[in-house]
């Protein structure tokens, strides 16, 4: 497993990381949640991201489990706050009541003194960001957080959030948390490539890739868009936006070079995101062991000039 810096910051992640988001506590139960988490580990992961949210809690209470026979000070612990966690006007949002009582409960549901990474989930439009940053403040002092970050934030948000945290000395995002595979080329309206990546690199801002292998599809497994593999996400209730005909040809052209480099699909598309510098971490999610552990291998693997070219050329074509 490689490590990256988390943006300007010193603390270093692994290349691929664990998400709990859909699997961890949900669609996986207790046993195997607790052997993802540790078969993670024991090959090298040492970021594991939750969110309160995530299966209403439980992903967070699987990682508290399961950390118990883990060393604290070898993980990294990144969880998010937004999100609904119970009825009335504070269940959800970035209030500075809302956060700080979250953090709370996150701290409870990890069996943790401490959260290593804090991350608000989305922009919160209805309170004022200085609010929420100074939230972030209060739990850094407290030794309740170390860092802080955004998730789904776009660069205009992520500016007006390091201005204000400058001109009151808050603690600085170090992360951001941006959907990024081969399927896509924008998001929030924003290019990766032109516009979020440089940003990000310019004032130090590391990026945590979520959906790198969009849903599932860039696994191959997907023979149309009809198709529902026994145990694959679209095989339930979740639907893809990532399942269409387009992305379906796109795939089969980017297995065809991906056999002819002998390399598996899956492992060009998480070398393909780990290609930029801006990214510090490209989140797995899995639901067993043998799954993690195949998505494993891509961490190291570094694509060649023409394996790029190729790549791109693959994307474009329709």
């Known amino acids: 497993m490689k490590y990256r810096r988390l943006g300007n910051s010193g603390l270093k992640v692994s290349e691929l990381s664990l998400g709990g988001w859909l699997t961890l506590g949900g669609s996986v139960n207790e046993k195997v949640s607790i052997d993802l988490i540790k078969a993670a580990f024991y090959n090298g992961v040492n970021l594991f991201d939750m969110a309160d949210v995530y299966s209403e809690g439980q992903s967070e209470v699987m990682l508290g489990k399961a950390a118990q026979d883990l060393p604290r000070e070898q993980i990294v612990v990144a969880t998010k706050v937004y999100g609904t966690m119970h009825p009335g006007p504070f269940g959800s949002g970035l209030s500075k009541k809302h956060i700080i009582q979250a953090c709370e409960a996150s701290l409870k549901r990890l069996q943790m003194d401490y959260i290593d990474l804090y991350q608000f989930h989305v922009y919160d439009e209805s309170v004022p960001l200085e609010e929420s940053l100074e939230a972030l403040e209060i739990l850094t002092s407290q030794g309740k957080i170390l860092y802080s970050g955004c998730s789904n934030f776009s660069t205009a948000n992520m500016q007006e959030a390091l201005n204000i945290s400058a001109s009151k000395g808050y603690p600085r995002f170090i992360s951001n948390q941006p959907k990024y595979n081969l399927l896509i080329d924008t998001f929030l309206d924003e290019d990766f490539e032109e516009t979020l990546f440089p940003f990000c690199d310019k004032h130090g801002i590391g990026n945590i890739v979520f ?11 997907y023979k149309s868009i009809q198709s529902k593999p026994k145990g694959s996400r679209v095989a339930g209730e979740f639907k893809s936006v990532h399942l269409t005909q387009k992305n379906l040809a796109t795939v089969k052209r980017l297995k065809s070079i991906a056999d002819e480099a002998g390399l598996t699909l899956i492992q060009i598309a998480f070398a393909w995101i780990l290609r930029r510098k801006e990214v510090s971490s490209a989140i797995i999610g899995a639901s067993s062991v043998k799954q993690l552990e195949s998505n494993l291998t891509a961490s190291g693997i570094r694509l060649e000039e023409d ?10 074509k329709l």
């Open 211 to 221: 959906s790198p292998l969009a849903h599932g599809v860039l696994t191959g497994k």
């Open 307 to 316: 394996l790029l070219t190729a790549i791109d050329e693959a994307r474009i």
